[in-house]
């Protein structure tokens, strides 16, 4: 069965730190492009970060270059999403899909073509 699952979200202060990862089970996930895709409430879905590992293509939305960091593990078939100086506008569900070519980390903002999609997991970014 085709899947991601991803984890590590939570409730973290301004200014701080969080690790997500998105585990695929079923694929090798080092030929597709990976993408990290946020929504908040009342906000629609949008695509922060992307990266294909075997052209070590890495993509980040200007809102979070410098702060976000994308990296993948073959070995453990996971993608990470290293979240610094975290905002409160950062908070939402935090998403993680697969579309299969690198090319698609081009238009990766969108989300067309990603697919499977994981659960999701939320990340809070409160005082």
């Known amino acids: 069965q085709v899947q991601l699952v991803e984890s590590g979200g939570g409730l973290v202060q301004p200014g701080g730190s969080l690790r997500l990862s998105c585990a695929a089970s079923g694929f090798k996930l080092d030929y597709y492009a990976i993408g990290w895709f946020r929504q908040a409430p009342g906000k629609e879905r949008e695509g922060i970060s992307c990266?294909?590992?075997?052209?070590?293509?890495?993509y980040y939305i200007d809102s979070v270059k410098g702060r976000f960091t994308v990296s993948g593990d073959n070995a453990k078939n996971t993608v990470y999403l290293q979240m610094d100086d975290l905002k409160p506008e950062d908070s939402g569900v935090y998403y993680c899909?697969?579309?299969?070519?690198?090319?698609?980390?081009?238009?990766?903002?969108?989300?067309?073509?990603?697919?499977?999609w994981g659960q999701g997991t939320q990340v809070t970014v409160s005082s």
């Open positions: 990266i294909n590992i075997n052209h070590d293509t890495k």
């Open positions: 899909a697969a579309a299969p070519g690198y090319w698609f980390c081009s238009g990766y903002v969108s989300g067309s073509g990603f697919t499977p």
